[in-house]
């Protein structure tokens, strides 16, 4: 029953539009959840596999890909906070690797044709993606930069990287930049090495740091890096859809899975799976100036920092199909900047995951929004059933 947060009549709309998206056969279930001024509403459609007969639950598990990302920034400003990490030192103490650093001349340049770094790589370049390296957006590749990452396996894409911590840093290390530190935007990899940098500086694995920090005492009890052998039958299965026929094929089954067992990477950028409820309970925390109910993960302070946009205009332009012209980034996570839709209020904050997920909050609104699903995104371009989703969730509020 509502108690005033939203339409009733217009959260049946929102059920029947999502529900829609099963119906036709778009993607075989999905879980979607929205939380205002202390009201939920949760809805679990369809099946965790095509041709299953295990139904979507509320806590069912998905792989959140991208939804990841904050979850690492905010390890990261743990240890800010502590001062065990600072934003603004270089990050060669703990990450090796990256110490001395070559930078190509030009984005399309042969990996010899480099002049050195103009400085070191610091904790913020990483947090907000512009350390120098990570996806550059043209394809086919074209530029020895891209095949050279593409060898080494740590081109951004669905695949996780399946080496150890270690393995991928040496990657990482072997590769010139594609710009100076801090001066482009390159998505997604710093966040990768943001996770190596937060496991090396606490000394235990990223897993532990974030269960003993940020999913214990919020209480997110089916989140982390992989679904324990008791828990796998609520895993939804993957799947992509072919481009020619457009028909769903298997990307990543439950059971025996790439996510049924402990990764040798704990990817900090995307290798996290979740739930509804627990990632309500993020999202509440972050809404919650970094509390949630008696427990404080971050302060205030470091809260706002994090949901600032951090970029220039330049940076920003330098990016259109991430950034529309509306948004920015903080750390870790888009902050919306100009309102040119039902859902783009400024102030919001989040992002969306390649494997089928979407979650922001809004301050201004108090409302924080979950969408699970099972099937890949096909382009950087949201699908229909993340747009519907949105629009119906502003639609529904009082």
């Known amino acids: 029953m509502s108690t005033g947060n939203f339409i009733p009549d217009r959260l049946e709309r929102m059920r029947k539009v999502m529900a829609g998206h099963v119906e036709r056969g778009a993607l075989p279930g999905l879980v979607w959840a929205v939380s205002r001024v202390g009201e939920t509403h949760v809805e679990a459609i369809g099946a965790l596999a095509l041709n299953g007969s295990m139904p979507m639950r509320r806590d069912s598990i998905f792989r959140i890909a991208s939804l990841t990302k904050p979850v690492t920034a905010v390890a990261a400003m743990i240890l800010v906070e502590e001062s065990r990490l600072r934003l603004d030192d270089p990050v060669d103490k703990w990450l090796p690797e990256l110490a001395n650093r070559k930078v190509l001349k030009s984005v399309d340049a042969q990996l010899t044709d480099t002049a050195p770094a103009s400085r070191a790589i610091t904790l913020r370049d990483l947090l907000t993606l512009r350390f120098g390296l990570g996806a550059i957006m043209v394809y086919p590749f074209a530029y020895p930069v891209q095949h050279a990452m593409a060898e080494a396996g740590i081109v951004p894409s669905a695949d996780l990287f399946r080496g150890s911590a270690d393995a991928f840093m040496k990657a ?8 100076q530190p801090g001066e482009g935007w390159l998505y997604h990899t710093g966040l990768d090495v943001s996770g190596v940098l937060v496991a090396r500086a606490a000394g235990q694995p990223l897993s532990v740091f974030m269960q003993e920090r940020i999913f214990g005492p919020l209480g997110m009890k089916d989140t982390g890096f992989h679904v324990p052998a008791d828990k796998v039958g609520r895993l939804a299965t993957a799947y992509s859809r072919d481009f020619q026929t457009g028909k769903l094929g298997v990307y990543d089954e439950a059971k025996g899975g790439l996510f049924a067992s402990s ?18 309970a993020f999202q509440r925390m972050l809404l919650g100036k970094g509390r949630l ?3 404080r993960i971050l302060s205030r302070a470091s809260v706002e920092l994090m949901t600032t946009d951090q970029l220039t205009e ?9 950034f529309n012209g509306n948004s920015g980034w903080g750390f870790g996570m888009s902050v919306a900047l100009k309102r040119d839709n039902l859902w783009q209020v400024p102030g919001r904050f989040g992002w969306d995951g390649g494997y089928g997920t979407s979650g922001y909050a809004d301050p201004e609104n108090d409302l924080a929004g979950i969408l699970l699903s099972q099937r890949l995104m096909d382009s950087p371009q949201a699908p229909a059933h993340y747009t519907d989703f949105w629009t119906s969730a502003y639609q529904a509020i009082v």
């Open 293 to 295: 109910g008696s427990e």
């Open 172 to 179: 990482v290390g072997s590769l010139p930049l594609a710009h």
């Open 263 to 280: 990764p040798s990477f704990e990817a900090g950028g995307g290798g996290l799976v979740s739930t509804a409820d627990d990632y309500l």
């Open 314 to 322: 330049e940076q920003k332009a330098s990016a259109p199909m991430f």
